[in-house]
């Protein structure tokens, strides 16, 4: 079976990988023509624009950074729009607005053609080791038909709901992810300005009800100062404000995700846009006038 992939970065290229691995074959396409070689040197073809994917696969799965891109991917000049056959489908895994999901479904579905949102959790190493889990809104009938395919990237494919369903799990997954990391940065930073090893607390807590696999992520990575993404502050920030822009549409009141979203700003006006999300512990630090190490 050939399969579409567009949008090859740190998420993207590892989970087509996978699919080359479980035997489909590829034809992808990205703005990084280098990620394509790299594609192309595996075994995949290389499309010049999304209509020409369209026009040679009949399921393509997105993989981009933000809903723009998948708009203009899917219903813009040259987009899949343009080439896609009745009956066709998109399987968007990118993080995007709920909303957008629906709209770009919509569009598509004019033209006959089916899309499940189907937004991943796990970041690069379970990309890398496909153990993902994804999360699908959409028909039930095509989810079904299409999760074979989709457990070849993942440890988990659920089915949450109708269109955008999806994109509301990730906006849930987003908000647990991003209070983990300030919890485990004030942790660390109150123990090290305490005097108190923060890898031996690490060490301490980490089997305990404290323990998370946000914690064994990213709490190494802030005590060895790497902050290599990963998941960039930069998407991030785009989750909040889909996770706020949500919020404020159904009438629920966020505190905590409200609060983070502003420690994020002012990691970014630090110029760590680009670092991984774990740099919010670069805010704690600051304001305690400290830096952790093991
Ligand atoms: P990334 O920035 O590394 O990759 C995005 C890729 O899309 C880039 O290679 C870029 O060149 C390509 N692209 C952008 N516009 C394009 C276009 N018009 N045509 C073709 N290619 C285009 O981002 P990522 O970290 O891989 O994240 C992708 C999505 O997955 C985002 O929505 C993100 O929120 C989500 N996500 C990321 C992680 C993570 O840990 N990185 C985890 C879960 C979900």
Same mark, same amino acid.
């Given at each position: ?26 034809? %992808? ?6 990620? %394509? ?19 040679? $696969?009949?399921?393509?799965? $997105? ?8 708009? @203009? ?38 033209? *006959? ?8 959790? *796990? ?7 496909? $153990? ?15 999760? @074979? ?7 988990? %494919? ?36 305490? *005097? ?17 696999? %946000? ?31 949500t919020s404020r549409s159904v009438g629920v009141p966020l505190p905590l995700a409200s609060q983070v979203m502003q420690i994020m700003l002012a990691v970014k006006q630090d110029g760590c846009g680009v670092e991984d999300h774990s740099s919010i512990v670069k805010f704690y630090e600051k304001m305690a006038n400290i830096e952790i190490s093991r």
């Amino acid at each position: 079976m050939k399969i579409g992939f567009i949008g090859l970065g740190i998420m993207g290229k590892p989970m087509a990988k996978n699919l080359l691995k479980a035997g489909y074959e590829l034809i %992808v396409l990205d703005l990084n023509k280098i990620a %394509v070689e790299e594609l192309v040197s595996l075994g995949a073809e290389s499309a010049e624009t999304a209509a020409e994917i369209a026009e040679k $696969t009949n399921t393509f799965i $997105t993989m981009l950074p933000n809903s723009p891109h998948v708009k @203009e991917v899917a219903l813009g000049k040259s987009g899949l729009i343009e080439g896609a056959k009745h009956g066709s489908l998109l399987i968007d895994m990118s993080s995007i607005a709920p909303l957008a999901s629906r709209e770009i479904a919509e569009a598509l579905a004019t033209k *006959g053609i089916e899309m499940l949102d189907a937004p991943v959790s *796990g970041g690069e190493p379970k990309a890398i080791n496909g $153990t993902i889990a994804v999360m699908v809104g959409g028909k039930k009938e095509v989810f079904d038909s299409n999760y @074979e395919l989709m457990m070849a990237m993942a440890a988990s %494919v659920v089915y949450v709901g109708e269109i955008g369903a999806g994109n509301i799990a990730k906006l849930c997954n987003q908000i647990v992810v991003a209070l983990n990391i300030a919890a485990v940065s004030e942790a660390l930073v109150l123990a090290q300005k305490a *005097g108190v090893s923060p890898g031996l607390v690490y060490q301490a807590i980490r089997g305990g009800l404290a323990g998370s696999t %946000v914690m064994d992520a990213k709490a190494p990575m802030m005590m060895d100062r790497n902050f290599n993404p990963g998941f960039k502050i930069d998407l991030h920030i785009k989750d909040m404000t889909n996770i706020l822009e949500t919020s404020r549409s159904v009438g629920v009141p966020l505190p905590l995700a409200s609060q983070v979203m502003q420690i994020m700003l002012a990691v970014k006006q630090d110029g760590c846009g680009v670092e991984d999300h774990s740099s919010i512990v670069k805010f704690y630090e600051k304001m305690a006038n400290i830096e952790i190490s093991r």
